[in-house]
Structure formats: structure tokens, C-alpha cells
């Protein structure tokens, strides 16, 4: 079993709409949760970081961590075309090891 | 600006060559890490470093070497063991104590 598991979409959603992006983890130990945007060819950036259940907001962006399911969530709500880019969860554990999502691929339609 | 220049972004080569990939950074982290991204793969690591002078294998280590001689400097060396070196490469560093990893633009190697 992977330790992160993503749905790599693609997913497609009309601007404006509300997106939600979602990861599941298998070790009940990790305690830090991220997530990247990365747009083609660049690399990826650190947009939300948290280490708590509970939501985290930013702007237009939503970190939601769910320990007890071992279940993460990205929601971005008033999407722009910008916003179109591969979105990746990362975990990390108290050792400082990181584990990757694989990846989903978002593209907002104007 | 503060942040961890990667170079260069393109390079090709032929099989049978060694290649290295610069990565700087001028954020004063500690820890710098390397990442080989191919796609429906994620992010695997090859190699990481925690403080000068010390490194250790990540996951996908065999045919990579790396070096820590400078805080600000992990150059990673693609050699001809590597049997499928085409991928984007991708630089890491971060503070200790639980802080997240930040990211350069990546190297885009091709061999043919």
C-alpha cells in the first residue's frame, strides 16, 4: 500500500466553480500535511501547509484535514483559469521524510 | 529574492555520458533534497542531504551521485549506469524541524 494515494482526475470544471482536490494516507503517525500547485514544466510551490485536523484557509484556497479518516482535502472555490495546474498532496513524518501524491491534473474552463 | 535556482532548464545528451545538474539555493536551509519527476509517477527521491559534508540514498539512487561541499550547493551527477536518465529533475531544500520542502524549477534532461 502506498503510504498517499491521489486521484490523478484529470478533472475539468467551469470557472467559477468550487474544486475539491482529495488524498488518503495510510499511517496514522504522519502529522504534517502540504499541498503543491505545479504548472507545466515549472516546479511544484508550496501553497497550503498545516499539521492540525480541523481547516485552514487562505485566500481562495481550503486545507481540510481529517485525522481520524486519514483523509486531506484541497477545496478552491471561485476558480480561475489560472488556477488550471497539476495540485500535489504531500505528507510528512516527524523524521522529516516526505511522501507524494501522485498528482491531479485541474483545468478551468473560461 | 530568496530561493533555490535550478540549471540549467534544458539539457540533452547522449547515452553513455555523465551529466550533472546544478542546484543553488540562498535560503540558508540546511537540508536539500533531490526529486526525479516522470509522469503518473509522482516525485521519488534520489538522494538527500541534511548538513554539508553528509548525504544519504533515497529510493532511486542507483546510477545518481551527488555531493554536499557547500551549504548552498547539491549538485547531482546523472552517470551512465542510469538506465532510464530521461525525466525532470527537481531540487529541494528545507529547515530542519518539520518545515516543508521548497522547490526550484527543475532540469529537464534528455538522452538519446
Known amino acids: 500500500q502506498k503510504e498517499v494515494e491521489q486521484d490523478p482526475g484529470p478533472l475539468s470544471v467551469p470557472e467559477g466553480a468550487i474544486v475539491s482536490l482529495n488524498c488518503t494516507y495510510s499511517?496514522?503517525?504522519?502529522?504534517?500535511f502540504m499541498w503543491y500547485r505545479q504548472y507545466s514544466r515549472k516546479g511544484p510551490e508550496l501553497l497550503m501547509y498545516t499539521y492540525s485536523s480541523g481547516n485552514k484557509e487562505d485566500g481562495r484556497f481550503t486545507a481540510q484535514v481529517d485525522k481520524s479518516s486519514k483523509y486531506i482535502s484541497l477545496f478552491i472555490r471561485d476558480s480561475q483559469p489560472s488556477d488550471s495546474a497539476t495540485y500535489l498532496c504531500a505528507i510528512m513524518n516527524t523524521g522529516n521524510q516526505f511522501y507524494f501524491g501522485t498528482g491531479t491534473s485541474l483545468t478551468v474552463i473560461p | 529574492d530568496g530561493g533555490i535556482t535550478q540549471s540549467p532548464k534544458y539539457l540533452f545528451r547522449k547515452e553513455g555520458q555523465n551529466v550533472t545538474l546544478s542546484c543553488e539555493q540562498n535560503l540558508n536551509h540546511d537540508a536539500m533534497y533531490w526529486y526525479r519527476q516522470d509522469p503518473g509517477q509522482g516525485l521519488r527521491l534520489i538522494y538527500y542531504?541534511?548538513?554539508?559534508?553528509?548525504?544519504q540514498k533515497g529510493d532511486i539512487a542507483e546510477g545518481y551521485s551527488v555531493s554536499r561541499e557547500k551549504k548552498e550547493s547539491f549538485p547531482l551527477t546523472v552517470t551512465s549506469a542510469q538506465k532510464n536518465p530521461t525525466a525532470f529533475y527537481l531540487c529541494?531544500?528545507?529547515?530542519?524541524?518539520?518545515?516543508?520542502?521548497?522547490f526550484g524549477n527543475g532540469t529537464r534532461l534528455t538522452v538519446t
Open positions: 499511517n496514522s503517525a504522519f502529522q504534517y
Open positions: 542531504s541534511q548538513i554539508v559534508n553528509d548525504f
Open positions: 529541494a531544500s528545507s529547515t530542519p524541524n518539520n518545515s516543508p520542502l521548497h
